[in-house]
């Protein structure tokens, strides 16, 4: 079982863009049950997906999950970094199903790695024509302030190296 360390940098991965927080309610704590409609969990170099994340408060006050479904991650093929001035955007393009649409982004940043997660929402139909529609995310990264230097982007599991 995931503890909450995990749950609150995806929870805080999720509130990097905007466009989440606006499309989605609060989160809301009850009666010590906090339910996340998605969350993002960044383990070493993995990423992972998660729709309605249930988190039950125990008594000491700390959380563990009790309940959540898989989602999934959009698949990508090629990342780009993209600079201009001041600011590092990636671009990453892939491929989707036609049932599925592409989610906001998630961004954090540790030890020289930017992670950028791309999730997909959950399938609109069980039956669904095989047609796959190509779609591209540009993500900013939150490189303001940083030393100059090598680092790396990973998209998805898709990696490229950029320097500042």
Not at 50 to 78: C, H, K, M, W
Not at 105 to 119: D, L, N, T
Not at 156 to 162: H, L, P
Request: contains cysteine; charged residues 15%; proline residues 4%.
């Amino acid at each position: 079982m995931m503890y909450l360390k995990h749950f609150m940098l995806a929870t805080l991965m999720m509130g990097c863009s905007h466009a989440l927080w606006a499309d989605n309610p609060p989160v809301v704590l009850r009666d010590d049950v906090l339910t996340l409609p998605q969350a993002v969990v960044v383990e070493g170099d993995n990423i992972s997906h998660f729709r309605n994340v249930v988190l039950t408060q125990g008594s000491s006050g700390s959380f563990a999950i009790t309940a959540s479904e898989p989602g999934s991650l959009a698949t990508v093929d090629s990342v780009e970094v993209l600079r201009e001035a001041d600011r590092v955007d990636v671009l990453a393009k892939g491929f989707r199903s036609a049932c599925v649409s592409i989610e906001a982004e998630a961004v954090s940043y540790h030890s020289g790695e930017f992670m950028v997660a791309i999730p997909e929402s959950a399938p609109t139909s069980d039956v669904c024509i095989a047609q796959a529609i190509e779609f591209y995310v540009i993500a900013t990264l939150p490189t303001q302030g940083m030393a100059s230097g090598d680092y790396t982007v990973n998209v998805n599991g898709v990696k490229t190296d950029f320097t500042l």
